[in-house]
């Protein structure tokens, strides 16, 4: 068991060294081409009510997909420009809980039913 172990007594040894223009390497790398990371379906996606800027007065739908350490994500199907705030109300119990946020960067959604459906695709940090 002891042999299975990681060796952290020497934390500054030298990192391992790739050729990145090793053929096979390469071989291997376009293998992932086009290839799309997307997480969207690891969180539990929650409807919510958004509000655009600081005294805006119009509620709006959007999908909350995913919320970590003041980082959310959004799907909705209008447009906000980035440097916008935006606040996000969910429901908790009999209550709205609401959350300030600022839209640091937005695209179309990528899937088909994004494209089909005009969803966009927002990251926002809680101020």
């Given amino acids: 068991m002891a042999s299975m172990m990681v060796d952290r007594s020497n934390p500054t040894r030298a990192p391992n060294r790739v050729n990145w223009n090793d053929p096979e ?5 376009s293998k992932i081409d086009g290839w799309d990371l997307d997480n969207r379906e690891a969180f539990l996606r929650e409807e919510v009510q958004i ?5 805006a007065g119009v509620v709006r739908s959007a999908t909350l997909v995913w919320k970590r350490e003041k980082v959310m994500v959004l799907e909705a199907s209008l447009l906000i420009p980035a440097g916008e705030f935006v606040r996000v109300d969910t429901l908790v119990g009999d209550g709205m809980r609401s959350v300030w946020g600022v839209v640091v960067e937005g695209r179309p959604g990528r899937r088909a039913e994004d494209c089909s459906n005009g969803v966009n695709v927002y990251w926002l940090h809680e101020c």
């Fill in 25 to 29: 390497l390469q071989k291997l790398l």
């Fill in 51 to 55: 509000q655009i800027g600081w005294s």
